[in-house]
């Protein structure tokens, strides 16, 4: 049973980009292709998503200006890895944040 890891970015109004990454437990062994699945149906116009909804780690910089640079994030990617969990909640529990 291989956990997930949930790959995603910071992009401000200059295009300076932060990636980040969240690795979830994943013992109901969902596959990596429907997880992206339900990620791509519940995002805002199929790229961004804001952090605290799903209660991810924020990647914004300590100061950044709302007048020019966005406040959500930029979905990337979901893979298997070997890593080990650094959630809290399981990829069961993730997916039911997602709604």
């Given at each position: 049973?291989?956990?997930?890891?949930?790959?995603?970015?910071?992009r401000d109004g200059?295009?300076?980009?932060?990636?980040?990454?969240?690795?979830?437990?994943?013992?109901?062994?969902?596959?990596?292709?429907?997880?992206a699945?339900?990620?791509?149906?519940?995002?805002?116009?199929?790229?961004?998503?804001?952090?605290?909804?799903?209660?991810?780690?924020?990647?914004?910089?300590?100061?950044?200006?709302t007048t020019?640079?966005?406040?959500?994030?930029?979905f990337?990617?979901v893979?298997?890895?070997?890593?080990?969990a650094?959630?809290?909640?399981?990829?069961?529990?993730?997916?039911?944040?997602?709604?």
């Open positions: 049973m291989a956990n997930i890891q949930f790959n995603y970015l910071y200059g295009n300076y980009k932060k990636y980040g990454s969240a690795v979830f437990a994943n013992p109901g062994n969902v596959g990596v292709q429907e997880l699945a339900l990620i791509q149906s519940k995002l805002i116009d199929q790229t961004w998503f804001y952090h605290h909804h799903w209660h991810l780690p924020d990647l914004r910089p300590p100061t950044f200006d020019i640079d966005p406040t959500w994030h930029e990337e990617n893979a298997c890895t070997s890593q080990p650094d959630m809290a909640v399981t990829l069961v529990g993730f997916m039911d944040l997602l709604g």
